[in-house]
Structure formats: C-alpha cells, structure tokens
DNA sequence: CCACATTCGTTCACCTTTCAACTTCTTAGG
DNA sequence: CCTAAGAAGTTGAAAGGTGAACGAATGTGG
C-alpha cells in the first residue's frame, strides 16, 4: 500500500519512531494522572506547585507562571481559582504592578507538595526513568533537545 | 536545596531528561495541532481518520477504534458525532451484533484524508524527525520502545 | 503632558472531556 | 429456556479548556 514517491513520507524507521514516541506520551499522562489521582491532584495542579516551590519568595507573577507552564492566561487563570478554592495557593496584589497579581504557594500548598513529590518522583521512576539504562535515557535527553530548542523558538510564531 | 538523601529523587541527569520529554510533548502537540488547524481538523479527529484509512473496508467497531486511540467510549462518542456531522465518517449497524456500530470512512474523509496526510506528516518531519539523525530517531525508539511496553501493560489495572 | 499602543489578568460564550446512569443486546449458568 | 451478568454505545450534566473582548494600568513617542 506504501510507496515511496518521494520526500513527504516516513520511512518505516520513522514511522515506527514517532508512533512510538506519541503512544508512549499518551500513556504516560494517563498513568501519572492516575498515580496522582489519589491525592487529589493533577498533573497540571502539580506541576504549578513545583514551579512555585521553586520560585524566589514561593511566588511568581501570573504571566511568568503561564509562560513556565505553556499554558494560555486565561486556562491559568481558570486554574488558579480552582487551585486558590483548594487552598493551595492564594492571589496576592504587585506592588510594583499595580495590574499585576502573584500566585503564592500557601503553607498547606507547600505541605501538599512534600507530601505528595515523593509518590509523584516515585511514578515517574517506576513508569519512565527506571525502565530505561542510564545511558539510553542519555540519549533520549540527546534526541530530544534540539526538538525541544526549535519548538521553543516556534512557539507563537505565523 | 536539593538533598541526596535516598532512592526517591531524581539525579539531574534524569531530571533533565525527564523535563525536556515533558517540554518536548507540550510544544509538539500544540505544534502540530497547530498545523492542522487550517484544514479544520485536530490531532483527534486526524488519528481516527488514520486509524479507519489503515482498517479493513475503511471501517472499525467503536469500541475498538477506542481502545486504539486511547479514548473512552463516551468520548469517542461524543466524537464520531462531531465527525458525522462534518461528513467525515458515518455509523453503520452491525449486523453480526447487534448492540454494535460501525465507523465507517466516508469518501469525503478519504479525500480528506489525502488531502491532509501530506502537510501533517511534513509538520511531523519539520518538527520532529528531521531534526535528529537517524541514529539518534534510533535510540529514542529504542529507548522508549521498553516504557510503551510496560505502559500497555499497566492500562486499565487497580 | 497627552494620546496611543501594549501589557496584565479576568470574563463570557462556546466547545470538549469526564463520569455516571441508562438502554439494548449477548452470553453463560442452572 | 430463563435469568443474571456483562458488553456495546449513548446520553446529559458538570467540569475543564479556548479565544475573543474587556477594563485597568503602564509605557512611549510626539
């Protein structure tokens, strides 16, 4: 069924490849999703905790934080509420902005965090890093970086 | 602030490796939604449409298009309704059981489908497998082909 | 200074996904 | 047979996501 006329098809090395590679994101989600589950949280929950733990204060400006996440303002903004109605973070006013607002991490945020970061790293070894030899998950690393440095500069792009 | 305490954590090896899978996922499938967009279709709809294309008499039972694209029932539901209304596939009865439907490929969504498939896979190779060497597209699948073997087999358990 | 464009974040209307309930049909056990 | 268990799909309400429009505040060039 598959002919090889010229430039625009995948070679079935390719092919394979990149099948492989979309399935495994799929799945990958689902299972973590699913590993989270049971703390009430999701991954889009979590990784905003992470990046607030993270941050200077424990407190990021909503646009950095929407751009840390690749998310757009508004699904932020929709997400805050929600994470602010669990307690998990709260608004608070910039000083320095007065259009501007910070999300902070609360203290029953940053207890969620230490709590739940252990399961969490422990799902993601047990489905994604200890599967794979050290080596191989180097090159993996090697594979995707510069995929991850082109779709980096595309981003928003014509 | 990052301590070596025990097993749980993450080197900065796997971290990082970790982090740019993560990266790389989110900006590919917005990416590649992206490129769809202007023929009207989404990384779902066009996934279904391959997947009926590939099948025997360009048709599939729902419930086996959805354990193929990873849906739930309900959502594939929802849709092929959506698709039936754009004149993509159609459902047709089942006559060896009758509870069951079929998805059928309608001529409109193989057009379609020829139509599209050229431009999306040049979006795959823009933004994906023209960007490494073979080798490298060979050890990623070689890397990841372990953890999608492992994930199959988790799916659907406690 | 003062318009004008821009940035920040929210809101609204609309679309998609999820979850549980439900109908219809099939299959297996007694 | 007949009933109970289960599978196939759909449905509807609630939750989540998207994109345009908006108000408020800031920055900028004349």
Redesign the pocket.
Known sequence: METETAMPWLTDEEQCAWRTHLEVNRLLNYQLEKDLQPFGL?M?DYEILVNLSEAEDLRM????L?AATL????????????MENAGLVR?EN?E???????TVLTDYGMETMRKVAPHHVASVRRHFVDLVSPQELGSLRQALSPIAEHLRSQRGKP
Chains 1, 2 share one sequence.
């Open positions: 999701t889009n400006r909503m646009s950095d929407a998310q757009s303002k508004s699904r932020l903004s929709h997400q805050i509420t929600r608004r910039c320095s902005d007065r259009r501007g607002l910070y």
